[in-house]
């Protein structure tokens, strides 16, 4: 993050915009929106800027600029076009330590003017950091698509009954819980559809209830918390966040705990709620750093502390994911679960790769295989592997891809069938190697690729020099 997002309080603070032409204009409209106290400084001053500080209150000069004219300003515009002004605006500014935005000119800045999708008291700002606003403009015709409209009417009502939910619910997670419940339930979309104060009374009494119900639940000073949490079990896809399901993102955003593997992306990881607990139970081939019984008892033990815990893996919890094991333990402790499945990465890897699984002309059908050795060998039922017509999708195969090409060899496979080992699929750093059964193991470990990777073997590999797309 370049820049640090702020909401500043301009209440009836002097906001002195230097210029007078439409650029100044638009700004100033924005900083009266907002309550500041505008003082627009120019040698001319457009009659619509003038008729705007007449309205609200505010004061023009009709002069050169000069730097003793910033002081006491809570804020300051250059808004000129004439580039010696701005910067001497600018360096003006940044002496006083005066926050100073210049119209299209980043790098005299000390704060960014966003865009804005205004649903007061909900305010969206976006921002490219001043290097694309043409970006930033589709992104708030996306948020002004997405947000619905009476949202402002949904945040005060929200607003309006802080104080009595914190008088009944004293806990801050039981609290936390509670607004989500509410969000999740039919009352914004009452809202939203402008009912009436009949209506509105009517969200009253459910509100009532669901505040006694959930004051019924909250543990009472001095004893423990017998409210039962719940696990959510989640695939975090290959890698590319943009992978992610709907309802991943949404429970993502509610976890108090989050216990993650070591292929869950950085990426991923920042789409976390910020103050949910995350803890790493990765495995490794040689380092189990929490063993999977050990990782059972946390999940059963957090959620009887009445959390909700996010399980996140990578790729999908029933592929390879150990998701089976997880959640025969929660079942026979009693913890409520959801499973949320996620792009395995078999697919998203030979998506992003430009192979296809299966192929009217190539292969009738696939088979996902784990490619872990046990005691240096694989125990596969080879014989089937071989016959043609099908692909074959090797996880954590990279140390044995070797004795997966020998053997498919040694059991009749073509030497020349075509296969392709990915690294890191979906991600900025995904490698593709592709070779044939003879060279493929030679090819990767000249390439030095590194775990994770998805092994691919079949005649659906030679159709990626006309599908790929992805940056490789």
């Known amino acids: 993050m370049e820049l640090l997002p702020i909401f500043l309080n301009i209440q009836d603070r002097r906001c002195v915009i230097i210029g007078g032409g439409e650029v100044a204009l638009r700004k100033a409209s924005l900083l009266a929106r907002a309550g500041g106290h505008l003082h627009v400084i120019a040698e001319t001053i457009s009659p619509d800027l003038t008729a705007l500080c007449q309205q609200h209150g505010g004061n023009t000069t009709l002069s050169r600029f000069s730097p003793e004219q910033l002081e006491g300003a809570a804020l300051v515009i250059g808004a000129t076009d004439d580039e010696q002004v701005n910067a001497a605006v600018s360096a003006a500014a940044k002496a006083r330590d005066i926050p100073v935005n210049v119209v299209d000119q980043p790098q005299l800045c000390s704060f960014i003017m966003p865009a804005i999708v205004d649903r007061t008291p909900v305010v969206i700002a976006i921002s490219t950091g001043g290097t694309s ?36 619910i004293p806990g801050f997670r039981d609290r936390i819980r509670f607004w989500e419940d509410l969000l999740e339930s039919d009352i914004p979309e009452l809202v939203y559809s402008g009912q009436d104060q009949a ?20 543990p009472q000073p001095g004893k423990a918390n017998s409210a039962t949490g719940e696990v959510y079990l989640v695939g975090a896809g290959p890698g590319d966040p943009d992978l992610l399901t709907l309802r991943a993102l949404r429970l993502m955003h509610k976890a108090d705990v989050v216990l993650y593997d070591r292929l869950v992306s950085p990426q991923i990881m920042l789409r976390l709620r910020p103050d949910a607990e995350k803890i790493h139970v990765g495995k490794q081939r040689t380092l189990h750093t929490v063993p999977q019984d050990s990782i059972n008892q946390m999940l059963v033990t957090y959620a009887r502390q009445g959390k909700k815990v996010l399980r996140l893996k ?27 499945p996620g792009i395995t990465a078999a697919s998203g890897c030979a998506a992003y790769a430009g192979i296809p699984l299966t192929h009217r002309d190539h292969a009738q059908s696939v088979r996902f295989l784990t490619g872990h050795l046990q005691a240096g060998d694989l125990e596969l039922d080879w014989e089937v592997l071989v016959k043609e017509q099908q692909t074959l999708v090797f996880y954590m195969s990279l140390v044995g891809l070797q004795t997966i090409c020998t053997r498919l060899i ?19 750093n995904q490698t593709v190697v592709t070779g044939t059964l003879s060279d493929l193991a030679a090819k990767v470990k000249a390439a030095e690729l590194v775990a994770p990777t998805i092994t691919i073997i079949g005649r659906v590999v030679t159709l990626r020099k006309h599908l790929a797309w992805f940056k490789v």
């Not at 589709?138 to 914190?166: F, H, M, Q, T």
């Not at 089976?324 to 009693?334: D, P």
């Open 133 to 168: 606003p043409v970006l930033t403009r589709k992104l708030k015709e996306l948020n002004e698509s997405l947000v619905p409209g009476r949202i402002d009417a949904l945040a005060r009502l929200l607003g309006s009954l802080r104080g009595r939910v914190k008088s009944l």
């Open 199 to 218: 209506a509105l009374l009517r969200i009253e009494q459910q509100l009532e209830v669901r505040l006694e119900r959930n004051l019924e639940q909250s």
């Open 410 to 428: 040694e059991y009749g496979m073509d030497p020349e069938m075509p296969a392709a080992v990915v690294q890191q699929g979906t991600t900025d």
């Open 314 to 340: 990578g790729g999908d919890p029933f592929i390879f994911g150990r998701g089976g094991e997880e959640l025969q333990t929660l079942a026979e402790a009693g913890i409520p679960f959801q499973v949320v």
